[in-house]
């Protein structure tokens, strides 16, 4: 049996960000989370395997921001996830995309979830690229088609 690819769909991004479960898991830490929606995002893909991608991402910028804010901001083809935590220290982008790498600042999690990411984006056509922020943080920017 051939499957298609699915059809270029609006992803309902303001339930996924308003609901988000990081928000609850993490809400002892002091942080605000910013979407800016430039153009409705338009994507080729399962729901499912875009709200997997994103969650990691979210959960990475939850994890090692203690206090201040998550910015996501959406374009018609893209995704980029800014925070303001601890930065990539001393790790290249490269390598926290392979398994069981944890960045320095991190207690919790097995170093799976960029690897899973990288993964993903790589099978599908996508690109994912890590940079330290100028201001201190890093930025995941995910390029969907």
Not at 104 to 112: F, K, N
Request: charged share 25%; net charge positive; aromatic share 8%.
């Amino acid at each position: 049996m051939i499957r298609r690819p699915p059809r270029s769909t609006l992803f309902p991004y303001t339930t996924h960000f308003r609901s988000s479960r990081y928000q609850e898991i993490f809400k002892h830490k002091a942080i605000t989370v910013k979407l800016h929606v430039n153009k409705p995002l338009r994507v080729r893909a399962e729901q499912a395997i875009l709200s997997m991608v994103l969650g990691n991402l979210l959960r990475n910028a939850f994890s090692f921001t203690e206090q201040g804010e998550i910015v996501v901001s959406i374009d018609e083809h893209s995704i980029r996830v800014d925070d303001n935590g601890p930065g990539l220290g001393e790790y290249q982008p490269e390598e926290l995309f392979q398994p069981y790498v944890r960045g320095d600042h991190v207690s919790s999690g097995a170093g799976l979830g960029l690897s899973l990411v990288w993964r993903l984006c790589k099978r599908i056509g996508w690109k994912i690229e890590l940079h330290e922020r100028s201001e201190g943080g890093t930025q995941a920017q995910l390029w969907l088609g």
